[in-house]
Structure formats: structure tokens, C-alpha cells
């Protein structure tokens, strides 16, 4: 008789044994689908940021490059970086700055930022403005020679110079004429006075030099006629390109009848 109590006490424990292990199993199972689905949650919400996240180009050098060098397309490299990450000052598009300037040196790797190019932030001198092909000359101006001190940085005039000289006359003999005609035509201003900058609600006031832009070949011309000569400016409209080729006028021209 105590043989079979102890056999069913034994039958018994083992059943619980087998119960607890059923519920620690189910309760493992449940725990691992817990699991899963809360990785699963964490990898399609982190999913989710990534696929919003806003990226923007940025380009580095591709090489060291000096100061003072002209910007071509395969100089930088482009990268794709998250918009927070990026500089505010970044150049995102190279192709809007190709052909400008790189004013600071920057080594391999380094990111191009706007600051760094002439022209871009101003305050970087008059040697920037000159276009290339061209030179910076400087001549005295009135305040009739200047359009009543009406021109700007940017505006284009066309100069026309007033010469005393002689010429010979058919029995060879010399006369002494006034002549004036048209010197150069369609050139830039870089510069009134000092001031490099267009801002044309700044109250005009009296002005002695202004800068040209002129190619070397145009250069001398206009200093000598400066020199020799009275020079008046001809403000062109924007929007104006033609060039003029026009007889000079002589002070006894104004006299005879057409």
C-alpha cells in the first residue's frame, strides 16, 4: 500500500513537473514573439527615419588647390550627407560656379563653402571684378564727363574724345583743327570713385575718377586721350550692344551747311 501511494506521489510530482515545464514554455515562446515583434517595430520605425531623412550635395576637393585658381567641374568631388550635417555656406550645385574663382587654398578632402570664392561675399578688392582678357585703368572724370555723377559699378559708356591737332591742307600749308569723335565703345565700369558696389538709392555725390575695364590693346588709347585730350562718357542702356562706327567732327564742320 505504501509502495503505491509513493508510485502516485511520484506520478504526481512529475506531472506538476511536466505542467510547470509546459508553462514555462509557452511562457518563453511568448516572451521570444514579444521580442521579435518588438525588434521588428524598432527596424520598420528606424526604417521609416532613414527613408526621410533629407540629404543634400556637398562637394569636396578632389585635390590641393592654390589659392587663386579657376574653378572646373573636376576639381570636386560630390557627397551626399544628411541637410542637418551640412555647412549653411555649402556650394551645392558646381555648376553654378564653375568658371568663378577659388580666392583661399583648400587641401584634398576640404568642402567648398560660398565664402570662399570671390566675389560671392564682396570686400575681396577690385582684382576680382576685372574680367579675364581685361585691365583695370582709372581716368579723371567732372561732373559733366560723368553724367552728372549718375553712372555706376556696372553700367557701360562709350568715350568720346576732343583733340586739338594739326592737319596739313592741300597746298600743304598747316591748319590747326578741333576734332571729336568716338574713342571706345561699350565699356565696363568697374569702380566710381572707391566705391565698387551697385546701389543705385545711395545719393549721388561728386565723383573725380572712374575705373574702366579695357582690353590692352584699348588701354593705351584711353590714357593718351586722357592725357591729351578732353574725354566725356556715354552711358548705354542695358539692354544696348551695338557698336557705332561713326566719322569724327571737326569745330569747321559745325559751321558748313549739310
Known sequence: ??????????????????????????????????????????????????????????????????????I??????????PVEYAHNDSVIDIEKVK??????????????????????????????????????????????????????????????VTLDMEEKKADQSKEKVTKNGFLLQKLEILAVGSRMERNSKVKAKEITTVTLAVSPEEAPRLALASERGTIRMLLRSPIDDEIKDLTPVRLQDLLERR
Open 99 to 160: 568658371g568663378k574663382i577659388i580666392k583661399v587654398p583648400l587641401v584634398a578632402g576640404e568642402v567648398i563653402l560660398k565664402s570662399h570664392l570671390a566675389g560671392e561675399k564682396g570686400g575681396d578688392g577690385l582684382a576680382y571684378t576685372v574680367p579675364v582678357g581685361k585691365r583695370a585703368i582709372t581716368i579723371s572724370v567732372s561732373e559733366v564727363s560723368a553724367v552728372a555723377n549718375m553712372v555706376l559699378p556696372g553700367d557701360r559708356v562709350d568715350i568720346i
Open 72 to 81: 572646373t567641374g573636376e576639381m570636386f568631388i560630390k557627397k551626399q550627407i
Open 1 to 70: 500500500m505504501a509502495c503505491k501511494q509513493l508510485n502516485y506521489h511520484n506520478e504526481a510530482k512529475r506531472g506538476d513537473t511536466a505542467m510547470i515545464s509546459k508553462k514555462l514554455l509557452v511562457f518563453a515562446i511568448i516572451l521570444s514573439l514579444l521580442t521579435a515583434g518588438s525588434v521588428y517595430y524598432y527596424l520598420q520605425n528606424l526604417e521609416k527615419s532613414l527613408n526621410t531623412t533629407e540629404y543634400v550635395n556637398i562637394f569636396t576637393a578632389s585635390k590641393d588647390i592654390p589659392a587663386n585658381t579657376k
